[in-house]
């Protein structure tokens, strides 16, 4: 189509002497954006009160179904990311962007026909379905670009990236409880007023991305800089097709490492405020709690950057070596610091920031671990693929913790009692990760593309 | 044609702008907020507190 030309992955190669420090702010406008959806719990009670306006009455969404929308959306995220990853690849960033934007307007606006006529699947359709395939197009559509810009730094340049999906929530939750507050009447929460203004706010600010966003052209290199003579042995400067890809040992490996590292995060995150509250009864209430929430997401989103950033140093394996085993003995130690033991809610407070700030940087590593692995060539798909693992550990982690503790509650554990025995199957977590981890070796040259001698610069797609 | 047109340092100083101030709205209102957590108790009336 003519009109959408402007979208192809030939019209955004780079003219000579574009500065490659465009491409991580339009990377960023999108995670900033679509990194709303972990801010979406803000109208879990408004969306419940919709009839009742002051509380819930018969007829109202109970909260039980609300929850449903954001469970879609992100296991959206996950499928879509695997199924459009190849698609991306050839399609180029901006297509993908622009896709991603239209699918993540789209659900806001279709939300909003759902709140006006009180019809919960509408809104599962429009946030959850088409929303959540945005939020997958758009999660993994920078990745081999910011790759292919930064092959000197590719974990510093994919972290700041994933870093803006951290930092979404940030945005997201003020920006809808201010909306909601000014389109508030007597008789309307507001709510579908903000669905819409979000929507059309997210889309132009993701368009700052699709048309910021370019492409290095064919054997671009960073000035000054020479791919090492000696890379390690875990840098491939070969390359590997995501169907291929698939079925290596490796990718399941890293698969294992993802999922492990993310349902240990989400065994504080599920649990933070009140294993707080209840570790330190009589010390922090539940406004101290809120705030110990607020922390974390400040860890979890300043980690995605930083951890990243060391792995460029350290190696990608050494990181995860640092997060699985650091994290080990973290996770083990933490229930120790209650009121029953040591009684320090310093040492708490730092134990879960570094934790959380190692559950980001899990996230925000992965990419640059593909590349190392499987190569530029096709490292989006790959990483789309490997994005199941997410969606895996989102229904497995707080799985996990809500059944063991009730299992422990229910069988006469103390609630402190309880908090120990979730954190240290979390530990025991971590160990399946370190061992998975451990087990990584380059990838066996059968898997290897013929023709896939080192392209670091770029590589054009089938 | 081999023209080169270097970017703008102006222009990629406003790129940063434009995420960096909304980014910067959220990560200021997310320290506002943990700010709490080192705030003195303040003492309430006693009442049940939700424990989830």
Known sequence: MPLLSFLDRDRTIAHPGFNRWLVPPAALAIHLAIGQVYAFSVFKIPLSQLIGITKSVDGDWKQSQIAWIFSLAIVMLGLSAALFGKWLESAGPRKAMFASAVCFALGFYISHVGVVTHQLWIIFI??????????????????????????????????????????????????????????????????????????????????????????????????????????????????????????????????VVLCMNV????????????????????????????????????????????????????????????FFS??????????????????????????????????????????????????????????????????TAGVLGPLLVNYTREYQLAHGADKAGAYQTVLHIMAGLLVVGFISNLMVRPVAQKYWLPDSSAKIGNKTEK | MNSETKSSPVLIFAAWLFVGIPAGWGVYNTVHNSMKLFQPPVAQPAQALPTK
């Open chain 1, 326 to 391: 650091l994290g080990c003995i973290l996770y083990f130690l933490l229930p120790y610091t209650g009121g029953d033991h040591m009684n320090s809610v310093v040492l708490f407070v730092a134990i879960c920031a570094i934790l959380l700030s190692m559950y980001g940087g899990g996230f925000a590593t992965i990419p640059a671990y593909l590349r190392d692995m499987f190569g530029v060539y096709q490292v989006s798909a790959i990483h789309g693929r490997l994005l199941t693992a997410w969606s």
């Open chain 1, 263 to 322: 349902t240990a995060g989400i065994g504080i995150i599920e649990q933070a405020s009140p294993m707080i509250q209840d570790l330190f009864k009589g010390t922090i209430g539940p406004v101290a709690a809120g705030g110990f929430v607020g922390l974390l997401s400040l860890f979890n989103m300043g980690g995605r950057f930083f951890w990243s950033s060391v792995s460029d140093y350290i190696g990608r394996k050494a990181t995860y070596f640092t």
């Open chain 1, 126 to 255: 429009g946030y959850g379905i088409v929303g959540g395939i945005g939020l997958g197009l758009g999660y993994i559509s920078p990745v081999s670009t910011l790759i292919k810009w930064f092959p000197d730094r590719p974990g510093l340049a994919t972290g700041l990236a994933i870093m803006g999906f951290g930092g979404g929530a940030m945005i997201g939750s003020p920006l809808a409880v201010k909306l909601m507050a000014h389109f508030k009447t007597g008789t309307d929460l507001g709510v579908a007023h903000t669905f819409l203004v979000m929507g059309t706010l997210y889309f132009l600010f993701m368009m700052f991305g699709v048309f910021t966003v370019r492409v290095p052209a064919e054997g671009w290199k960073p000035a000054n800089w020479t791919p090492s003579a000696k890379p390690s042995a875990l840098i491939t400067t070969h390359s590997v097709d995501v169907n291929t890809a698939f079925i290596t040992p490796q990718f399941w490996m890293l698969w």
